[in-house]
């Protein structure tokens, strides 16, 4: 019997289909089950360790913006001294840059004692404090190693205030320095280094030649 080219083709591959069929009946092929994978396959050239902690990543990863997106209810509150970033976005008119404005401040800075201390961070004035007041609580403890720090300073020094180490609630204790002008020697201190004589208290805000002199004998440097 002659076969022409496109018969051989025909025979070649029926023969090659059966014996193939053959071979996967007899266990020598692959089966089902050698496509399958799970978390715990590696892929290759990664190990399955690694691919099980990057799912736990993502999956956490969506949790938070989740719990970021969620808004407060009327009578949740946050202590924004130990809140992370994630949780302080919840806050009305608190978006993320000052979420992490808010913590990096804080441990700059030392703890907020009430809502007004929210005001050293940038971006952050009375109006946006003013709608956060309802939403915030402050660790008791928070206040009582703030002002324990501040007492100290004072009592080390002779009843002075150390204008380069004080934190806005100590610098209160400052006869003629309240909560702002506080928050702003704070501010001119961190941006413009420390401050070396009382005459470099006038770079502050605030603080002219009448306020200098009445506060002239209560700090140091």
């Known amino acids: 019997m002659h076969l022409n080219g496109t018969e051989l083709r025909s025979l070649l591959l029926a023969t090659g289909l059966l014996l193939l069929g053959t071979a996967a009946r007899l266990g020598f092929g ?8 799970s978390e715990s396959s590696p892929l290759p050239g990664r190990p399955a360790r ?6 736990r990543e993502v999956t956490r990863g969506a949790s938070e913006e989740e719990l970021a997106a969620r808004p407060l209810s009327p009578d949740e509150q946050l202590d924004p001294n130990l809140a992370p970033a994630t949780h302080l976005r919840r806050l009305p008119g608190i978006g ?7 913590v990096k401040e804080r441990e700059t800075a030392g703890f907020y004692l009430g809502p007004g201390d ?5 971006g952050i004035g009375p109006r946006t404090v003013e709608a956060l007041a309802p ?5 008791s ?3 009582s ?6 007492q100290s300073l ?11 180490r004080a934190q806005i609630k100590e610098l209160e204790q400052i006869t003629g320095i309240g909560p702002a002008l506080a928050a702003r020697i704070v501010a001119t201190r961190r941006t413009l280094g420390p401050f070396r004589n009382a005459q470099d208290l006038l770079r502050v805000p605030g603080i002219g030649e009448v306020v200098l002199e009445r506060i002239r004998g209560q700090v140091r440097f």
């Open 141 to 143: 403890r928070a206040n």
């Open 154 to 164: 004072a009592d080390r020094f002779g009843g002075r205030v150390d204008v380069n």
């Open 145 to 150: 190693s703030s002002a324990g720090r501040g």
């Open 118 to 122: 929210l005001e050293r961070v940038p």
């Open 50 to 55: 690694d691919l099980s902690e990057t799912l």
């Open 135 to 139: 939403h915030l609580s402050f660790d």
């Open 96 to 102: 993320p840059a000052r979420a992490r404005a808010i």
């Open 30 to 37: 692959p089966g089902p089950d050698d496509f399958s994978w």
